[in-house]
């Protein structure tokens, strides 16, 4: 059974810094492109981070640039996202995912979603 398990969330002040990690089982990532989406209440779910599968290019969404970063151990089947300076908008549940086609922003563009983390941030 392919699964994605995303932990690592939790409570932190603003300021502070989580590590997310997603951990897959019953595929091989190591030949996907992986994203990070998070969704706010009441809000769509919206693109954090992606990784080319051999981990040389990544993406970011504005709002993220310069405080995230996303990287992958394919040894390991694992994906990652550091977050640093976290703010109290950055609180929602993350989720990881595999890119099947289309555009990188989109999440309709991925597959194989984890059950989330949660992250809240308090001010």
């Known amino acids: 059974q392919v699964r994605l398990v995303e932990s690592g969330g939790g409570l932190v002040q603003a300021g502070g810094s989580l590590r997310l990690s997603c951990a897959a089982s019953?595929?091989?990532?190591?030949?996907?492109?992986m994203g990070w989406f998070r969704q706010a209440p009441g809000k769509e779910r919206e693109f954090v981070a992606g990784?080319?599968?051999?981990?040389?290019?990544?993406l970011y969404a504005d709002s993220v640039k310069g405080r995230f970063t996303i990287s992958r151990d394919n040894a390991k089947n694992t994906l990652y996202l550091q977050m640093n300076s976290l703010k109290p908008e950055d609180t929602g549940i993350y989720y990881c995912?595999?890119?099947?086609?289309?555009?990188?922003?989109?999440?309709?563009?991925?597959?194989?979603w984890g059950q989330g983390t949660q992250v809240t941030v308090s001010s």
């Open positions: 995912a595999a890119f099947v086609g289309g555009s990188y922003f989109e999440a309709s563009s991925y597959r194989l």
């Open positions: 019953g595929v091989s990532f190591g030949g996907y492109t």
């Open positions: 990784s080319e599968w051999r981990g040389g290019t990544t």
